[in-house]
């Protein structure tokens, strides 16, 4: 079983729909968890960084972590033609620098 | 500023071929990153440099894969010998201190090989 799980989709919704995105995970001593966007060929972009539990939010972007059950979500408002892309989340500890991503999950916003 | 740089973009090589893959990380950021991306999968882990520390090798798939970082700055990340199952898209990151910073990527490089 992988560390951290993803839904691989693609999810396909309507311009303008609230999208849910999300991933589980295994590991409790994940401490910092982030939201990657991937456009096609291109390397990821950072779109949201949290530490520990609660929620964070950022124009249309809201990122919530749930420590207890060991699920994250990003949700994305009014959802955009420009918002399709592949999401990654991503986590790590404080103990090891690197990154353990989910595999993506892939988003069409259709116009 | 320049983001993070790499080169070449693609690179298609024969099966037992070596192959040496660049990143320039930006200016200033004393950690750098690479992973791996399979076709469909998530990005993972190689091997991490921070400044003059010994680098963490616990990603490395085979001994075949080395990497290297000169000068605190460029790296290469070397793969010998290489395998069809050693094809993919192989991303270079940096970060400003390499706690937990934001971890910047470069656009890749493309690995096939034939």
């Known amino acids: 079983q992988k560390e951290v799980e993803q839904d691989p989709g693609p999810l396909s919704v309507p311009e303008g729909a609230i999208v849910s995105l999300n991933c589980t995970y295994s590991?409790?001593?994940?401490?910092?968890f982030m939201w990657y966007r991937q456009y096609s060929r291109k390397g990821p972009e950072l779109l949201m960084y949290t530490y520990s539990s609660g929620n964070k939010e950022d124009g249309r972007f809201t990122a919530q972590v749930d420590k207890s059950s060991k699920y994250i979500s990003l949700f994305i408002r009014d959802s955009q033609p420009s918002d399709s892309a592949t999401y990654l989340c991503?986590?790590?500890?404080?103990?090891?620098?690197?990154?353990?991503f989910g595999s993506g999950t892939r988003l069409q916003v259709q116009p | 500023g320049a983001g993070v740089s790499q080169s070449p973009s693609n690179k298609v090589t024969e099966k037992g071929k070596d192959v040496e893959l660049r990143c320039d990380p930006i200016s200033g950021h004393t950690a750098l990153y690479w992973y791996r991306q399979s076709l469909g999968q998530g990005l993972e882990f190689l091997i991490y440099f921070q400044g003059n520390s010994a680098p963490d090798k616990s990603g490395l798939p085979s001994d075949r894969f080395s990497a290297e970082r000169t000068g605190g700055s460029v790296s290469t990340l070397t793969i010998q010998r290489t395998q069809q199952e050693d094809s993919a898209v192989y991303l270079c990151a940096s970060s400003s201190t390499g706690s937990t910073d934001t971890q910047y990527f470069g656009p890749g490089t493309r690995l096939t090989v034939l």
């Open positions: 590991n409790s001593a994940f401490q910092y």
């Open positions: 991503a986590m790590s500890d404080t103990g090891r620098r690197a990154l353990t």
